[in-house]
């Protein structure tokens, strides 16, 4: 899969956030995208994903403007801004809910991916008894267990302690292959150690930033 973005503006209130956002996407890379607070970096996510509308542009998957045709890109999961699930539901039960959707994997492999992120011994719980922590990582887990082509997450690691988010990008780094991985993240760590290519937004424009 490649994913492109061509021309993309988004404004809210005559203020703009998105401002002709062209840029490519290509497999076995990790992508971050960083800037301030409100600079639009969960706008351009949500434009991929389908959840918003852009004003004008189009984003492309293999040449083709899913999101005008379908709504939902293919192959395509993603964590953003904070996970939110069913309380009275165990963390188990709430990806099994999830992955009925689709119907491509089996329990288990939502019990393996569980226990990738660290949560075995905490399947059964309800998700109300969750942790902020495991909370966070039953949002990547449901992002990650059914091996989709294009994976976004949006400050994935916040709720996280050190070991657990260095965990994460370990696992991350290890799933890369063939897949498209778009992480906005403000955490040092991820830019040094997990991301391939860097790009900014200020003010409405997105650019390659150079890591040191």
Known sequence: MNVRINNVSKSFKNQTILNNINIEFKPNKIYGIIGRNGSGKT?????????LNAD?????????????????????????ENPEMINELSGFDNLKLIASIQQVIDDNKILKTLELVGLKGEENKKYKDYSLGMKQKLGIAQVLMEDSDLIILDEPF????????????DLIKKLKNNKIIIIATHIKEDIDNLIDELYKLDSGNLKYEKKD
Do not use: Q
């Open 43 to 51: 706008v351009l996510l949500k434009i991929i994903c389908g959840i």
């Open 56 to 80: 004008k542009g189009e984003v492309l998957f293999d040449n083709e403007n899913y999101i005008k045709k379908f709504g939902v890109p293919k192959s395509t999961r993603a964590l953003i």
């Open 158 to 169: 916040n709720g996280l302690d050190d070991k657990s988010a260095n965990d994460m990008r």
